[in-house]
């Protein structure tokens, strides 16, 4: 399809300027400055979309979703969720791997890229999942098809918790060695189940959701990612860490960062839901906002905002999670975790522009731009000539409330049913092809599936990594040596003190450890 879209105002690498794209098949062939409708370049027929009065945006990448496909689609399926995307201005997600079966090997990463192949309205990328024992399948995966690698570090849906330290360290080692980003949950199990027993014995079985945030707590998520930080910066793997919630965490692993095109090795997701809410919403959104890592103060929501402008943090996402209405019922125990955000994180993030919070173009680098780069996607997360044409049209208009009627996606509800909103979702075009025009949805849209960079092997880094294992009981000690013993390393020694092993660094090999 051939399309020119006029006269709009172009939000693009830092630059706003009203301008029009000419799209030919399925990239952009040109981008002109100035307020009048160019020519057709040739013969052939464009059909125009006169975007006087919009906003055009580079689409939005999601990096953090939940589909739930295969395997629980009475919550939600492929071609819903992407359906309720496009309607959102997304027009690329990467999909997480806890479905059933769940995604941590490649003949169930084929198994998922089959189905999004068929019922994908928008483009298409699946992580590999992380387990205690699946290192040889991580390192068979086609990078070239995958973003990185998601490591659960605390308890998630689909248990798909990694808790051995010697697994997690072969996890960093194999990332680096691959140059995929890790991304992390990172949430102190140990200390979420002591919390969890503790309000328990005081509340009874199903403690009240507004103890949610006390049980995944600050201290749960501060002392997993520090942990999942130096793992990264001692392997020389690159880290993402998702759903950050915390001012602590943004002040132990970034207090000197800044806004920059050159992200660095460790990286951080803020999700909509954490930047909107905080824990007063409880009381009257109860469960329905309840997700992992929890919901917290006022003051996290806010160092949350600060940072998407600071350089804190490099990526908005929305770790869209949908349940049945049924499953949310409870509180901190029962009622399930995760809620749908795709549809409206745009307009919601817009509504941050309108408060001051983030300007225009930071909002283009946290939603389109930072996640190219970041995952190293090809030709997509810009508007440039002989890239994708993945384009999202916006306007701010008249006001229109979240109702049940317009939720796309298949559980039929939110926690922003009757939020009002000034900004439209009005075009979404992935690869050249309208998938949303005007508000009215393309039925026979289909998406593409998302390539990525070629990523070069390296050897591993020959420095001595130092992880805090105090809490270790001495049979957890035998097993944590018997994992560094099956990385092949030779010559173990023991150091001074009962609680050290060290191993010399040998290059590419190997990598040497020592614990304390």
């Excluded at 997480?96 to 079966?101: D, F, L, R, S, W």
């Excluded at 995760?338 to 941050?352: D, E, K, R, T, W």
């Excluded at 009005?426 to 026979?444: A, H």
């Amino acid at each position: 399809m051939n399309i020119i879209i006029s006269k709009g105002t172009i939000i693009n690498e830092g630059r706003h300027f009203v301008g029009s794209l000419i799209v030919k098949g399925d990239k952009i062939i040109d981008i002109i400055e100035g307020n009048d409708t160019p020519q057709a370049p040739d013969d052939e027929a464009y059909d125009v979309i006169d975007a006087e009065g919009c906003y055009i945006l580079p689409g939005i990448i999601d990096t953090h979703v939940h589909f739930r496909e295969p395997g629980l689609t009475h919550k939600a399926d492929i071609e819903s969720e992407s359906r309720a995307a496009a309607y959102g201005g997304v027009t690329s997600y990467f999909d997480m791997p806890n479905t059933k079966p769940q995604t941590t090997c490649i003949e169930a990463l084929r198994e998922k890229q089959a189905i999004a192949k068929q019922k994908s309205h928008i483009n298409w990328a699946f992580f590999p999942g992380a387990t205690n024992d699946n290192i040889d399948e991580l390192a068979q995966m086609p990078a070239e098809e995958i973003p990185g690698i998601k490591l659960f570090m605390g308890s998630s849906t689909g248990n798909m918790l990694v808790d051995m330290m010697g697994a997690l360290i072969k996890i960093f080692q194999t990332a680096a060695r691959l140059h995929l980003p890790v991304m992390s949950h990172c949430e102190d199990t140990e200390i979420i189940n002591r919390n969890m027993e503790q309000v328990k014995k005081q509340m009874g079985d199903d403690p009240d959701v507004m103890f949610h945030p006390l049980i995944r707590s600050e201290e749960a998520c501060l002392e997993s990612s520090c942990l999942a930080a130096n793992l990264a910066r001692q392997t020389g793997a690159r880290l993402h860490i998702a759903h950050i919630t915390t001012e602590a965490e943004l002040k132990a692993i970034f207090p000197d960062a800044t806004a920059t095109t050159d992200l660095p090795m460790i990286t951080a997701e803020a999700t909509v839901a954490h930047l909107l809410f905080c824990n007063n919403d409880y009381a009257t959104l109860r469960s329905l906002i309840k997700c992992n890592p929890a919901i917290k103060k006022p003051s996290d929501r806010d160092a949350l905002r600060h940072g998407l402008m600071s350089g804190q943090i490099s990526t908005i996402g929305t770790d869209h999670a949908p349940h049945a209405i049924e499953e949310k019922q409870g509180g901190a125990a029962k009622a399930m975790s995760g809620m749908p955000m795709i549809q409206f994180s745009l307009v919601a993030m817009l509504s941050l522009v309108d408060e001051g919070v983030l300007t225009m173009e930071r909002l283009v680098e946290l939603m389109a731009h930072n996640p190219a780069r970041l995952f190293g996607i090809q030709s997509r997360g810009f508007l440039r000539k002989d890239y994708k044409a993945d384009i999202t049209i916006v306007r701010k208009g008249e006001p229109w409330t979240v109702t049940e009627d317009c939720i796309q996606s298949k559980c039929k509800w939110s926690p922003l049913t009757g939020k009002q909103f000034q900004w439209r979702v009005l075009d979404t075009i992935c690869s050249g092809m309208p998938v949303i025009r005007d508000g009215n949805f393309n039925k026979q849209s289909q998406g593409e599936q998302i390539f990525f960079k070629a990523k070069e092997v390296c050897s591993f880094p020959t420095s001595i990594l130092t992880i805090q294992v105090e809490r270790l009981q001495p049979p957890e000690y035998e097993e944590l040596k018997h994992e560094i013993f099956l990385l092949h390393i030779p010559t173990p020694y023991l150091c001074s003190g009962d609680n050290h092993f060290a191993y010399h660094p040998y290059l590419g090999d190997s990598l040497g450890y020592a614990f304390r």
